[in-house]
Each structure stands twice: as structure tokens, then as C-alpha cells.
């Protein structure tokens, strides 16, 4: 850690009050300026370190617990667990636990706290990296374990908690030939054509960058794309775009494809994406019930509970408590009937959502199936390059978890299916 380390520190249990108090998703936190006055490497760390905090948090409670009589405040907690985990993954104790005492001795409301943090982190960095590994894999709150459990079962859960616990390499999509992508970046080929860095460092000083000749999409976010194959000259629709990763992918397979989202700051986002890569795309900022239209093809990326890639975003299942998620499920149920009216007849649509639960992905494909007479699920279409068959479902969709090509790194949950209109 820089000397900077106790700013950083700051901002890392900063961002954990805000997760873990007032339910707010870190990157929101971090957009709305919470690390505006770090510099950027140390805006980096303050994230990281509070990414491997939450995702380690259930062991960092139970190291803890040991050592503490009551509950203390949320901020002393949050202190407490970020040098935790620091200690336990062998950071060096004098200053971890200097900058975790002077940030509580700087606190009007904590500082009274600064010698049992002082004590209880001492007892920590003596026998805690002993005992870390002892400890069970963090599990899931409850909210979230139950209906994922009844979904797939308890022994599938363990595997799908092992996966968020090693966390995420770097996956790329090559905007040209992805073989030549991973050999410039030192990177590996996946099965199904992303490129994976396992340490990738800072992702804008990778080769091919400022070129453009690559953006950051989980392997299994690049599928959907891949799997409604857009054609030089078709009239494509990208309903739900930002950031602009499969608006890039059919840009790039020749399509005339037109990105929509509601969202102007991640529209920005888009926009900036396509510049740097020197693709085209007609951008509307708009609502996906107001699209007119008839398009060839319509890839349709829902938003949803985003339990997919908790991997990455290890502050979801702390941040949220699945109240909002049948909103959601009743929003992707009338997206989806809207997209079905905008294809042209004999046209095709991929349905996708970066969610683990059914009733966003299978239960939704079964149902719009249930109500068009004249769409039909196009199973063949998903068994692409990398795909498992034994990962397409009854309706004919596939189902990703973060627990598959475990050796390689995983992957993020996802599902997916290919909707056809009759002619
Ligand atoms: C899963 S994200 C899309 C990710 C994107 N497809 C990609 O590959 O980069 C879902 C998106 O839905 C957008 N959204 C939510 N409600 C919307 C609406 N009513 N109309 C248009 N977009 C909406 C959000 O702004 C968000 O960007």
C-alpha cells in the first residue's frame, strides 16, 4: 500500500457503510463521486479492497466474533472486517492496523473504540491467517440462497458460492480476430472466442487498447451476440444497450444495429465505447416501450436481478433484499411482448438477462412461448462454439452459472434463448 493507504483505507470502509447501510450497489456509489479525491491507482485499491472485503465478509465475521463481546457500531465493523480480511490475506500488519486505529480515532462517534480495535486486531494478525482457511466459503444471505437452492439444488449452491468466492479474471472480445487478440495480450482463448487474463493489471494500458481493438465483456455476456449472429446489411435492434458491449459485437458483424436505452449517463457510456472502437451504431436514448419499427433481428438484454455476476459485484447480495425483483420479472415480461411486436415476420430474438433466477430466464421464455401463437424457441440456435449441450434447458434456452469451465476461471450466470416468428 502506498503511503496514500490510509486515504484509501478511508474511502474503502466508506464504500462498505454505503453498501452494507444504506443498501446502495457500489459502482452507484462510486459514480455519485465517493472516490473523486483519490488518484486513480489508489481509486482502484479503495474498490478492490473493498470488493475483497464483501466478498469475504462471513469470514471476517467469524474470525471477529471471537474477539468481540457485543456488536460494535456499523463504521468500527466495517473497519474491523476490511483489515480482517487485509490481515488474513497476509497484508502486513503494522500498517493495517495503524490506519484501521487512526481512521476510528478520527471519528467524533468512534473514536472511543480505538483500543479495542487496536486489541482485537492485534489478536488477528497472531493467529487469524491460521484460522482463515479453516473457515467455511462464504454462503449466500438467506433471501437469495433459498430461492437458488429450490432452483437448482443445495450441492450445485456450495459449487456456485465456490465460484463467487475465487472471483473473476478479465475477459476481452476481440473486434477482429480474437487468436491474434490473445497473443498480443498474453491472454488465453476460450472455447467459445473471448480471451481471458487472469491478472490483467490496468485494463487501459493493455495492448490494443487506445486502438480499440477490444472491449472488457465476461465470456458469457459475449454469447447472446453470438448466438443471434447478426449478418452484414440486417436491421438489428439492441433493446436495453449501455454500457454497449453486444451493441459493439453486432456493430462489428456488419449490421446496421440500433442501440436503445433509457439510461443517458451509461448511453454516454455507449457512446464512448463505439468511438473508441470505431464502430457505428444509430443511438437512441429513449424508453423500449416507445420503439416503433421492424427489424431482422432483436437482441433483448432485460434488466434483471443482476445475480449473475455477483462474482464481480460481491456487494449485491448485501445491498439488496429481493424486494424489487418482481418488478423486474413483470418489466422483462412486457419488454418481451413489445420486442415480439417489433420483428418483422420470420425475424429472430435473443432474450437475455445476467440473472440466476428461472423466473428471469426459463419461466419467462416458457411463458411468452405460452402467449404468442406464432414464436417458436429455436434450440439449435444457442449450441454454439463452447456451449455444453447438458447447459440448454427443457424450453430450449441456455442456462450459464457461474460454476461452469471452473478450472478455467468460470464465467458469469446467465441465460439465454432464440425466439422465432413465423413468416
Ligand atoms: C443488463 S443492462 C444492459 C447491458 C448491455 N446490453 C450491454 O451488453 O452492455 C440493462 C439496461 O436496461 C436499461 N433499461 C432499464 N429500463 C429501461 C427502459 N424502460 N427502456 C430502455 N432501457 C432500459 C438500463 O439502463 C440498463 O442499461
Same mark, same amino acid.
Request: with cysteine.
Given at each position: ?14 464504500? &462498505?457503510? !454505503? #453498501?452494507?447501510?444504506? %443498501?446502495?450497489?457500489?459502482? /452507484? ?5 465517493? +472516490?473523486? =479525491? ?82 482485537? &486486531?492485534? !489478536? #488477528?494478525?497472531?493467529? %487469524?491467517?491460521?484460522?482463515? /482457511? ?5 454462503? +449466500?444471505? =438467506? ?89 452484414? %446489411?440486417?436491421?438489428?435492434? /439492441? ?185
Amino acid at each position: 500500500m502506498s503511503k496514500s493507504g490510509y486515504q484509501t483505507r478511508r474511502s474503502a470502509v466508506h464504500l &462498505l457503510d !454505503k #453498501v452494507m447501510g444504506d %443498501g446502495r450497489l457500489m459502482s /452507484d456509489v462510486i459514480q455519485a463521486g465517493a +472516490l473523486q =479525491k483519490l488518484d486513480p491507482a489508489d481509486r482502484a485499491r479503495a474498490q478492490r479492497l473493498a470488493t475483497e472485503t464483501l466478498r469475504s465478509l462471513e469470514r471476517a465475521d467469524r474470525l471477529l466474533q471471537k474477539h468481540l463481546k457485543k456488536t460494535p457500531a456499523m463504521t468500527v465493523q466495517n473497519v474491523l472486517r476490511l483489515a480482517t480480511v487485509e490481515l488474513c490475506q497476509g497484508g502486513a500488519a503494522h500498517g493495517v492496523i495503524n490506519d484501521a486505529v487512526e481512521i476510528v480515532s478520527k471519528g467524533k462517534r468512534t473514536a472511543g473504540m480505538k483500543g479495542l480495535v487496536n486489541a482485537v &486486531l492485534r !489478536k #488477528v494478525a497472531d493467529k %487469524g491467517q491460521e484460522d482463515w /482457511d479453516k473457515l467455511r466459503v462464504p454462503r +449466500l444471505p =438467506k433471501w437469495l440462497r433459498k430461492p437458488l437452492a429450490q432452483a437448482y439444488c443445495n450441492e450445485v449452491m456450495l459449487e456456485i458460492e465456490a465460484a463467487h468466492f475465487a472471483g473473476a479474471p478479465l475477459d476481452l472480445t476481440a473486434k477482429g480476430d480474437a487468436a491474434a487478440l490473445a497473443e498480443a495480450v498474453g491472454g488465453r482463448l476460450l472455447p467459445s472466442g473471448s480471451v481471458r487474463l487472469q491478472d490483467a493489471g490496468q485494463v487501459t494500458a493493455l495492448p490494443g487498447f487506445t486502438q480499440g481493438q477490444w472491449w472488457v465483456q465476461d465470456a458469457a455476456a459475449a454469447l447472446p451476440a453470438k448466438v443471434l449472429k447478426a449478418q452484414p %446489411g440486417e436491421k438489428v435492434l /439492441d433493446l436495453c444497450a449501455a454500457p454497449g458491449g453486444k451493441t459493439m459485437q453486432i456493430a462489428a458483424a456488419g449490421a446496421h444495429v440500433t442501440a436503445v436505452d433509457d439510461n443517458p449517463a451509461r448511453m454516454e457510456r455507449l457512446r464512448e465505447n463505439l468511438k473508441r472502437v470505431q464502430l457505428q451504431a444509430k443511438v437512441v436514448v429513449g424508453d423500449v416501450m416507445a420503439q416503433e419499427g421492424q427489424y431482422d433481428a432483436i437482441l433483448l438484454d432485460a434488466p434483471c436481478s443482476a445475480t449473475g455476476t455477483i462474482r464481480r459485484h460481491p456487494d449485491l447480495p448485501f445491498a439488496k433484499d429481493g424486494s424489487e425483483f418482481g418488478d423486474l420479472i413483470g418489466m422483462q415480461e412486457v419488454f418481451l411482448d413489445h420486442a415480439i411486436g417489433l420483428l418483422k415476420p420470420g425475424g429472430r430474438l435473443v432474450f437475455c438477462t445476467c440473472s440466476l433466477l428461472p423466473d428471469e430466464g426459463e419461466v419467462q421464455v416458457e411463458e411468452a412461448v405460452a402467449r404468442w401463437a406464432d414464436i417458436t424457441v429455436d434450440r439449435d440456435a444457442v449450441l454454439i462454439d463452447g456451449v455444453d449441450p447438458a447447459w440448454i434447458t427443457e424450453e430450449g434456452g441456455l442456462r450459464l452459472r457461474p460454476d461452469y469451465w471452473a478450472a478455467q476461471g468460470g464465467m458469469d450466470g446467465f441465460y439465454m434463448a432464440m425466439l422465432r416468428k413465423g413468416a
